[in-house]
């Protein structure tokens, strides 16, 4: 089979696979000319089993990578045996601390069949559990104690220094955050708001509730103990629900 070929099949199947799975997949397909990206995609991979072991031998050259709209990502590549067919592998959330992956067992991948509907349902009983129980794991090492976020809530949470932080669950509330003086970590993806005008903080956080109402975002702010919110700052917020996000550090 021709190289043209190969990169066609690959396109397709993950496109099939993409649309068969739970929630809302977009795939992605990577060429040999997206070098850059096929490297960092490679040192992202979460496994140190069957693909870890294929791409020591064959370095990626091409892949499919399927996105979902909180940040999840899988990646599709072809496997190089005489079986054929395709390896799907977890790929590890951007710029997290490695303290984060630690203790986290890798989600390693999985072989699949040359039927990407019967693999659909391999993926979604298999691999994506281990993935999303590992992706809550390592994004809520990361919080240091911030209550994550949900898509249709941001969760805001108040420090000791009196700053507030959250951590969105994708990027829809970022752009209102960023507006309003939240500063991003770039590590860890949190967005925090610095705590030394108290009324220029309030004020922030009274104008960025309708906004992302607006955007079909509740908000919901956490008090820890012995902490309150500045009076003129919004009151009656409900608190978020307690999360439930949900193997050594991450090497390869």
Same mark, same amino acid.
């Given at each position: ?92 959330? !951007? #710029? =997290? ?11 390693? /991948? *999985? &072989? %699949? ?89 309030? !004020? #922030? =956080? ?11 975002? /509740? *908000? &919901? %702010? ?31």
């Amino acid at each position: 089979m021709h190289d043209h070929d190969i990169s066609e099949r690959l396109a397709s199947y993950a496109d099939v696979l993409a649309g068969e799975l739970p929630d809302t997949w977009t795939s992605t397909h990577l060429t040999a000319d997206a070098k850059d990206d096929l490297a960092e995609l490679s040192d992202r991979i979460w496994d140190l089993d069957l693909v870890a072991a294929s791409l020591a031998e064959h370095p990626l050259t091409q892949a499919a990578v399927l996105s979902r709209p909180d940040g999840a990502q899988l990646v599709l590549l072809n496997r190089y045996d005489e079986r054929g067919s395709f390896l799907l592998a977890a790929v590890a959330p !951007r #710029a =997290l601390p490695d303290e984060a992956y630690r203790g986290v067992p890798e989600p390693n /991948g *999985i &072989a %699949l069949a040359d039927d990407p509907f019967l693999s659909a349902e391999q993926v979604a009983g298999d691999l994506l559990i281990r993935y999303d129980r590992a992706l809550a794991q390592v994004r809520h090492n990361a919080l240091d104690g911030i209550q994550p976020s949900q898509p249709d809530r941001v969760v805001l949470t108040w420090q000791a220094d009196g700053s507030v932080a959250t951590a969105p669950a994708d990027d829809r509330p970022c752009t209102v955050l960023a507006a309003h003086g939240f500063v991003q970590d770039p590590h860890s993806g949190i967005y925090r708001l610095d705590g030394d005008d108290t009324q220029a903080q309030a !004020r #922030a =956080l009274r104008e960025i509730g309708p906004q992302l109402e607006a955007l079909g975002i /509740g *908000i &919901a %702010l956490q008090h820890p103990a012995g902490r309150h919110a500045p009076t003129s700052a919004p009151a009656s917020m409900p608190p978020a629900p307690a999360g439930t996000r949900a193997p050594t550090a991450r090497t390869r």
